[in-house]
Structures are given as C-alpha cells and as structure tokens.
C-alpha cells in the first residue's frame, strides 16, 4: 500500500509545483512550503488549484493588465473583502480556458475557505496588515438529504453482484469474470466502511485473517488497522482463491484488487461497478462508494448509539464531522424518546 500512495502523492506534488510554476504568484511558494508539514498534498493540489482560480479573477477585474506571475504582496494587501465577494459571485457563471465554469455555493465555500487560508497564513506572518478574507461570510450551505442503502437494499445489492440479475447482456459477458471481486468490493464497503481511496490501495499482504484486520492509509498517511466479520472474511479468501486459480500477470503484483487490464484497479473502476450494481437494486438513489460509507456508518451508530466509535472507525478527526452526517439519526433518536417521560399518570393509574 505504501508504493501506492508513494505514487499518488508525487504525481500531487509534481501537479502542485507545476501549478506554482505557471499559473500562481511567486509569493505562494513561501505559502505552500510554510503548511506542507500540515495538509496532505492532495489538501495542497486542491489549494492550489482554487487560488489559481482566485488570481485570475483578480487579473481580470481588479489588476488588468498585470501577469498573474508578477503579482505582490503588496497587490494582495490591497485586496478588500468587497473583492473577495465579487469573487463569489464571479464564481457563479465565468469562462476559463475557453469553457464556461458555474460553482455552487459548496464549491464557493470550499474556495473561499482556500483564499482563506491563504491570507490567514501570510497576515500571521506579518507579510500583509490585514486579512480581508477573515470579514467575507461563507455562503450559506443547505444540507443535502444523506442517501445511504436501506438493510434490504444491502442485501439486495450484494445479492445481485453476486448472481448477475438484472444486468444487460453486455454487463454478464464480464460478469462471471469480476463477480467475486465485485462482491468483496461491495462487502468490503458496506462491512467496515472504507474509504474508496483506502481500497483501491489496498496489498495482499495487507490483510490478516488470524484476527479478521486489515491495514489501511488514512487521509494525511496515518494508518490504521480496521476489522470485518465473517461475512466480509469469506468474500475476501473466496476473492483471493479465485485470483490464484486465475493468475494473470499483473503491473503490480501486490495490488489486492485488480482490474480486467491486469493493473491494480483504480477509482474510476471501483464508482462504476458500485454505481451498476445500485442502478438495478436502488434506482431512485445515486449511490457511490461514499453512499456504501454512509451506509456503514448509519448502522454502526443505530447499533452502538456511540458516535465516538463511529467517528474513530471512519477516520474522521473531527467527530463533528461524523455529527453532521448523522444528525438524521440523532433526530430519529430524539422522536424515539418522546412520551417517555410522563407528566401524569396513565388512566389506569388514577
């Protein structure tokens, strides 16, 4: 697993120095050293990636004329919080690179939250007097409906990842094929709540059966031994017998799931097979790697009622992040509770 993210994070690296070559000022570069031993490479590519975006407008609006390159300190304290907003709604309809970009207000936020960051970072360094970033509001998010798979739905998916029901007659030409990976993919998803990025950088050597674990590589390189049950178990051995009896020549021998091109089997791959077995069991829903997550992580805390342990299980450092995607479930909890408590006595009481 380790040479796989090794791999990841430099080509991150190569793209973020790339962007800092081309397209960002040469100040930033004083910027994105000072929070590399803080944020993950991916956390900086996508920094890097909205500032790029933020220095263009301010090119086209408020510096014309000036090369994005030959851009200043001194040009960023003149930056206001009325420029930071007209970025906001610029972001809503602008062309770039000869295509027109629109942004929601989630997009919005998370690039308002990337000039933030910046300016918080050189105004603490004394390099500008004022951070004007600080006075713009994040644009106001509503909460999206968390769609994950009921329990017979889970069945169900699983179900026909195994016997091929329901899909095309082109889909069950490979079919017979992937079945067994397909199936402890999903498995795997749904019965410990892995992050996609986790699985598909998963090695053999990763998994232990003496005591049901499995290491993985959290978000920012931390690792973590996670756990299946029995179920998930008997999908993985009967994947791993079934690679063996099947053996092709692998790019990377190492790799524990594998593509039909003989390499280790990449995002893309992993949301199209989850997104073809959903279609047909769950139609109504758009469910993705992330949604099978969700789906783990609502029964994990309808089990334990812990959301602590919830928290600790999906990777999130922060356990206000596990709140808000389950606060459908504390709602659930605090109808369940009314009548409980009684102010007076039952009839047959009295």
Excluded: W
């Excluded at 027109?100 to 997009?107: F, K, L, S, V």
């Excluded at 178990?233 to 790019?251: D, V």
């Excluded at 949301?271 to 969700?294: F, G, T």
Aim: proline content about 2%; aromatic content about 10%; charged content about 30%.
């Amino acid at each position: 697993m380790a040479d796989y993210y090794t791999q990841r994070n430099n080509k991150n690296i190569v793209a973020i120095e790339k962007l800092l070559e081309n397209d960002l000022p040469a100040f930033c570069y004083d910027y994105f050293l000072g929070i590399d031993s803080q944020t993950s490479t991916l956390t900086r590519l996508n920094y890097a990636h909205d500032l790029k975006i933020f220095f263009f407008f301010l090119k086209e609006r408020k510096f014309r004329g000036k090369d994005v390159k030959d851009f200043t300190l001194d040009d960023l304290n003149q930056v206001t919080s009325n420029d930071i907003e007209y970025f906001l709604g610029f972001l809503s309809h602008y062309n770039y690179d000869g295509k027109i970009h629109t942004c929601n207000d989630r997009a919005k936020a998370r690039k308002l939250s990337s000039v933030r960051a910046m300016f918080k970072y050189f105004f603490n360094k004394g390099y500008i007097s004022v951070d004007n970033s600080a006075k713009v509001a994040t644009p106001k998010l509503h909460e999206k409906p968390i769609i994950r798979l009921d329990s017979d739905e889970v069945y169900n998916i699983i179900d026909t990842a195994e016997s091929g029901a329901g899909l095309t007659s082109h889909q069950m030409a490979y079919h017979e094929k992937n079945k067994v990976r397909d199936t402890a993919i999903l498995m795997l998803f749904l019965g410990t709540g892995i992050r996609i990025s986790e699985l598909v950088g998963l090695n053999n050597e990763d998994l232990n059966f003496k005591d049901n674990s499995f290491v993985v590589t959290r978000k920012g390189g931390s690792k973590a031994i996670l756990y299946f049950d029995e179920d998930v178990a008997a999908a993985l051995q009967r994947y791993l017998e079934y690679k063996e009896l099947n053996e092709t020549e692998c790019k990377e021998p190492n790799a524990l799931f594998v593509s039909n091109k003989s390499g280790r089997i990449t995002v893309r791959a992993v949301e199209n097979l989850v997104k073809k077995y959903a279609k047909i069991v769950s139609p109504l829903k758009k469910i993705s790697p992330h949604k099978l997550r969700s789906t783990y992580g609502t029964a994990l805390y309808k089990a334990t009622g812990d959301i602590y342990i919830v928290a600790d299980v999906l990777g999130h450092k922060d356990v206000n992040t596990t709140r808000k995607h389950y606060a459908a479930i504390s709602d659930d909890n605090r109808r369940a509770v009314v009548g409980k408590v009684k102010l007076k006595p039952d009839d047959d009481e009295n």
